[in-house]
């Protein structure tokens, strides 16, 4: 079994920073793109940034700028560092993780989610 546990979410007010943290943990043979993503109440989810094991990164245009994705593959984290926070932002932030395992003799790759942890940005 492969977990992702977030940390890092709270109330801040409008222009300041969290720092969100996934870590991943389980039987893990190797992991390939990691991401976070967000959905707001009434909204659907959506991609805020993703980081390959290689590190080539991609932002959503809405974050570019003030966001900062960047991963460690030797301990299985991706972070989510989080600048000048708008009203727009705040939703329940998910990290996502594309993950390899073994299986007897074969390899298993799927997706796997973290359950989400709370971004609220108001004054």
């Known amino acids: 079994q492969v977990q992702l546990v977030e940390s890092g979410g709270g109330l801040v007010q409008p222009g300041g920073s969290l720092r969100l943290s996934c870590a991943a943990s389980?039987?893990?043979?190797?992991?390939?793109?990691m991401g976070w993503y967000r959905q707001a109440p009434g909204n659907l989810r959506e991609l805020v940034a993703t980081v390959t094991r290689d590190g080539i990164t991609n932002h959503a245009d809405s974050v570019k700028g003030r966001f900062t994705i960047s991963r460690d593959n030797a301990k299985n984290t991706v972070a989510l560092q989080m600048n000048s926070l708008k009203p727009e932002d705040t939703a329940g932030y998910y990290c996502?993780?594309?993950?390899?395992?073994?299986?007897?003799?074969?390899?298993?790759?799927?997706?796997?989610w973290g359950q989400g942890t709370q971004v609220t940005v108001s004054s």
């Open positions: 996502k993780a594309i993950v390899r395992t073994v299986d007897g003799s074969r390899y298993l790759e799927r997706v796997y």
């Open positions: 389980g039987s893990i043979f190797s992991i390939n793109t």
